[in-house]
């Protein structure tokens, strides 16, 4: 490591020797001390600035790159050059990129869950542009963009690699009015566009095809709603309700969850973190359903689209557990938890399906799954998010 002795951060050289969760590569400063750098790749050499220090660790930017794995690859985006924080791993091979996932996931398997030499599969591949049809993005005064990497400034974008044709030009000619920020999402299948503006839509201009709503008027009671297909099932989204950003992507999901599922005997399926009832409405067959959704615009879609189903909202956390053959269960970030686990488990099920969005979290609740007489069969990663650090998972326990 050599410092620099300037008003400046300082600049480091540094190996990289492994990738992390969340895209950084792993290196060690010559004390031992371990430093996380964004934008380098395992064997690389790089100077980098440090951006932040911590207790035992530090984190650094890369300002150059001196030995290059052959794993790196110009960004096709050109947003990526002018510091567009919205794909973080676009200077990674796609391959190298698909394999680095199936690693990290297998690494937290072992590592935070206690299995032994998982199962780790890659899903089908999925398209690198035009997948995104959830944008969320902030306004700047020349257009809609993305938070730089690692800053509060708006990167205007106009052409998105990412975005949905039917959003494309909405990202790059959109008139957002005095809104702040601006959550953009299309149906693929029904061609239906939404605009969902913060704080308000005053002064919007946006296509006449284009439902344009502001909070103000949600908070006020309003609703707002487009459909998209999945799987052959149409689905109400409202403008608060999550959805899966990238429909092929669901599509993938939704294969894999419905063979896990096919596997249970027959019984109850429950829908935990059920969202607008995706899982339930396509992987559910003929089985008596649940939902299991806090959030009460997400909730009210479950009920339109799973009409014969029971739609709780609540967290799934305070359910009293009714007898069921499977579970899918697909929580945010933070993933189950303890308690996640503990009410689930007690539906009795003997097939669990864990949708997740973190390797960490998933790594820890197949280790409480684990203590609660689950086995985990395989995990499939699905590369819903090409061109990002993104981890997408769906696992498969039986007991
Ligand atoms: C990752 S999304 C999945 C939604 C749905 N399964 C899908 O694929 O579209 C997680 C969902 O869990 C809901 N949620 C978050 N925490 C929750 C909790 N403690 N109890 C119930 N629902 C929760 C969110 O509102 C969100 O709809």
């Known amino acids: 490591m050599t410092g620099s002795t300037s008003a400046r951060p300082p600049v480091v050289r540094l190996v990289a020797t492994a990738l992390v969760a969340g895209g950084a ?7 031992g001390r371990v430093v996380l750098v964004e934008g380098a790749l395992p064997g690389e050499t790089v100077d980098a600035v440090v951006t932040s220090e911590h207790a035992s660790y530090a984190r650094a930017s890369v300002v150059e790159v001196l030995e290059a794995s052959p ?17 973080g ?4 091979s796609v391959p190298a990129q698909r394999q680095a996932k199936l690693s990290l996931v297998a690494e937290a398997l072992v590592r935070l869950g206690g299995v032994e030499s998982p199962r780790v599969e890659p899903g089908p591949p999925l398209p690198t542009e035009g997948y995104r049809t959830t944008l969320r993005l902030a306004i700047g005064p020349d257009g809609a963009g993305f938070r730089r990497y690692h800053g509060h400034d ?6 998105c690699l990412v975005a949905h044709p039917l959003l494309a030009d909405l990202v790059a000619t959109g008139g957002f009015g005095f809104a702040r920020e601006v959550t953009l999402r299309c149906g693929a299948a029904t061609g239906d566009r939404l605009a969902l503006l913060a704080p308000s839509a005053a002064g919007a201009v946006l296509p006449p095809s284009v439902l344009v709503v502001g909070e103000d008027e949600l908070e006020a009671g309003h609703r707002a709603w487009i459909f ?17 950003a990238s429909p092929r992507g669901a599509e993938a999901l939704v294969d894999v969850v419905k063979a896990a599922v096919a596997g249970a005997g027959p019984g109850a399926l429950v829908d935990a973190y059920g969202g607008v009832g995706l899982f339930g409405a396509t992987a559910g067959d003929d089985r008596a359903v649940t939902v299991l959704e806090r959030s009460p615009s997400s909730a009210a879609d479950a009920r339109v689209n799973l009409p014969s189903a029971k739609v709780l909202r609540l967290d799934v956390e305070r359910w009293r557990p009714s007898p069921a053959a499977v579970v899918v269960a697909d929580p945010p970030k933070a993933g189950l938890g303890r308690r996640g686990v ?5 539906s009795g099920a003997g097939h669990l399906v864990l949708v997740s969005c973190d390797p960490a979290s998933l790594g820890r609740d197949a280790g409480l799954l684990r203590a609660q007489g689950f086995r985990l069969r395989s995990t499939t990663v699905v590369d819903m998010f090409p061109g990002t650090p993104h981890v997408e998972t769906v696992s498969a326990f039986v007991r």
């Open 342 to 346: 503990a009410v689930l488990s007690a």
């Open 89 to 92: 791993w676009q200077y990674l």
């Open 71 to 87: 794993d790196r690859v110009s960004p096709p985006c050109p947003n990526v050059a002018r510091g567009c924080g919205g794909c």
């Open 154 to 159: 708006i990167v205007e974008v106009g052409e």
């Open 228 to 244: 998209e297909e999945i799987a052959g099932k149409r689905l109400r989204v409202s403008a608060r309700s999550f959805f899966q």
């Open 25 to 31: 590569a792993v290196a060690r400063q010559s004390g």
